[in-house]
């Protein structure tokens, strides 16, 4: 029963395999000739237009009222300062600032909904108003927490990445290129977030604003200690007429040795953070394995 069972599976295989062999040309020039026909067609998730026109009557208008809600909840946010956290965090080309607004309004009310739901379902209208006030809250600030943790994610990508920049920029300056010239070559070398944030430092340059205006505004930016020392040390050395070189390679070096004490900060917490989890979850486990043995033949004593 079993030779005639592997000799059935090993029948349907060749079968299998020799279809494939045969069919494969065949299927090639229809793929091949699918891919022609088809070479230039852009497919569209519906119509453009109906898109347009739902964004224009149902969103934009739900966004508004949502965004109302969230300054009325909040009337000391103004859009200034929403604008200078997203762009800590990056998220200024994504995210606008009417946006965010909008997500903590939709936030608030889905949390204060959902909490309702589940609150006087569960256990009557006290306890679902609670829930509603607690979830709402929830929502509410879930969007600027997020924004929060990606601009403290972006300034310690910043503080790792300043000393290889400012080799790169001392490197530049002492070949003969001006600073804004080493800052576009920054730009063209490196990626992540200081070179982004090095790039809109350009571009404001090149429009127009001051060296001195721009590099404060990149301080304000990316709110980093590190960074604000560098744009004082260039302001200053512009303004006095020092060695722009000698200042990037001394800058160069204090944010490495920086960053060095604060890797080595880490190193040395390590183990108190380690001693939580070891105390909670690895003690219990030894101990029980150690003890349960004896603890059953005690018992067994007594």
């Known amino acids: 029963m079993l030779i005639l069972l592997a ?12 279809s494939e062999v045969v069919t494969t040309p065949s299927r090639e020039r229809h793929r091949a000739l699918r ?18 026109r739902f964004r224009e009557r149902v969103v934009s208008p739900l966004s508004r009222s949502f965004a109302k809600v969230a300054l009325r909840l909040n009337p000391r946010v103004t859009m200034e300062s929403i604008q ?14 009417h946006a965010f607004l909008a997500a903590k309004g939709a936030g608030a009310a889905g ?9 006087a379902t569960a256990a009557g209208v006290g306890l679902g108003l609670f829930f509603a006030v607690a979830l709402g809250g929830i929502g509410f ?42 800052v576009s070559k920054l730009t063209e070398h ?50 006095l007429g020092t060695s722009l070189g000698r200042t990037l390679r ?10 060095q004490a604060a890797a080595e900060e880490k190193a040395m917490k390590s183990p108190i953070k380690m001693l939580f989890p070891t105390v909670l979850f690895i003690f219990p486990a ?6 349960g043995p004896a603890l059953i033949e005690i018992s067994k004593v007594f």
């Open 286 to 291: 030894m101990f029980l394995v150690i003890l």
């Open 250 to 259: 001394v800058q160069a070096i204090d944010s490495r040795l920086k960053r």
């Open 190 to 239: 490196m990626e992540g977030a200081l070179a982004e944030e090095f790039e809109l430092t350009l571009g404001e340059m090149r429009i127009g604003e001051g060296r001195h205006d721009a590099l404060k505004k990149l301080a304000e930016r990316a709110a980093a200690p590190e960074i604000a020392s560098f744009c004082r040390a260039i302001i200053q050395a512009d303004t």
């Open 111 to 119: 949390g204060a909904f959902l909490g309702l739901t589940i609150g």
């Open 84 to 97: 200078l956290s997203l762009l800590s965090a990056g998220l200024n080309r994504r995210v606008s600032p």
């Open 7 to 18: 000799a059935t599976v090993l029948l349907a295989a060749a079968v299998y395999l020799a």
């Open 35 to 52: 891919r022609a026909t088809d070479y230039g067609r852009v497919k569209l998730p519906g119509n453009p237009l109906e898109l347009a």
């Open 141 to 182: 600030v879930l969007p600027g927490f997020v924004v929060s943790m990606k601009a403290r994610q972006r300034r310690e990508q910043i503080r790792v990445q300043l000393p290889d920049a400012l080799d790169l920029l001392a490197v530049s300056v002492e070949a003969g290129l001006g600073f804004d010239g080493a």
